[in-house]
T-cell receptor
Framework: GNSVTQMEGPVTLSEEAFLTINCTYT??????LFWYVQYPGEGLQLLLK?????DKGSNKGFEATYRKETTSFHLEKGSVQVSDSAVYFC????????????FGKGTTLSVSS | KAGVTQTPRYLIKTRGQQVTLSCSPI?????VSWYQQTPGQGLQFLFE???????NKGNFPGRFSGRQFSNSRSEMNVSTLELGDSALYLC????????????FGQGTRLTVV
């Protein structure tokens, strides 16, 4: 079945550091890939998405590229801010099969000034 | 445009009781999905409704049920509550089936004592 694996956290960085959060997936079809962010006490917010191979999703300085050959969708940001501290979830959805979102376990990011 | 609204935000219930949670999707969205979030299991899919019909179901016991009304509002019910049902329950709405782009509410925090 479909699944998502993301790197264990927490990830602790200083402000302006480079961020990478690894995400790999297993899927039988042609999934869409997502990164969601959850701030303390809040629900999930869609950060970015990619719907086919080689697509790059980007938002608020975050980027991720859909790599079919390595089944990966790593999240990157060139310069993190304290306000980026949150939990980040990688997810996939097989839209052709109409399946629900399948999430990774989440990675906690803590950025200090 | 109003976002996804979940009520109530917080609930405390006693083991053996039953509970009903409510979700109002974004106007015009016809898909509503429910997820359970716990520290141990992460985000797990409960079920998805589209046009008043359950279209997908996760691997949860029959004590968990839901329904969707003609105005797309959805409710989920948990009967005979167990301590392990304590979790954040998140609702997501989307325009189409399959969560190609899901928008989440802030969640209902259920505590079973």
């Amino acid at each position: 079945g479909n699944s998502v694996t993301q790197m264990e956290g927490p990830v602790t960085l200083s402000e302006e550091a480079f961020l990478t959060i690894n995400c790999t997936y297993t899927a039988t079809g042609y999934p869409s890939l997502f990164w969601y962010v959850q701030y303390p006490g809040e629900g999930l917010q869609l950060l970015l998405k990619a719907t086919k191979a080689d697509d790059k999703g980007s938002n608020k300085g975050f980027e991720a590229t859909y790599r079919k050959e390595t089944t990966s969708f790593h999240l990157e940001k060139g310069s993190v801010q304290v306000s980026d501290s949150a939990v980040y979830f990688c997810a996939l959805s097989d839209s052709q099969a109409g399946t629900a979102l399948i999430f990774g376990k989440g990675t906690t990011l803590s950025v200090s000034s | 445009k109003a976002g996804v609204t979940q009520t109530p935000r917080y609930l405390i219930k006693t083991r053996g009781q039953q509970v009903t949670l409510s979700c109002s999707p974004i106007s015009g969205h016809r898909s509503v999905s429910w997820y359970q979030q716990t520290p141990g299991q992460g985000l797990q899919f409960l079920f998805e409704y589209f046009s008043e019909t359950q279209r997908n179901k996760g691997n949860f016991p029959g004590r968990f049920s839901g329904r969707q009304f003609s105005n797309s509002r959805s409710e989920m019910n948990v009967s005979t509550l167990e301590l392990g049902d304590s979790a954040l329950y998140l609702c997501a709405s989307g325009q189409e089936l399959g969560n190609t782009e899901a928008f989440f509410g802030q969640g209902t925090r259920l505590t079973v004592v």
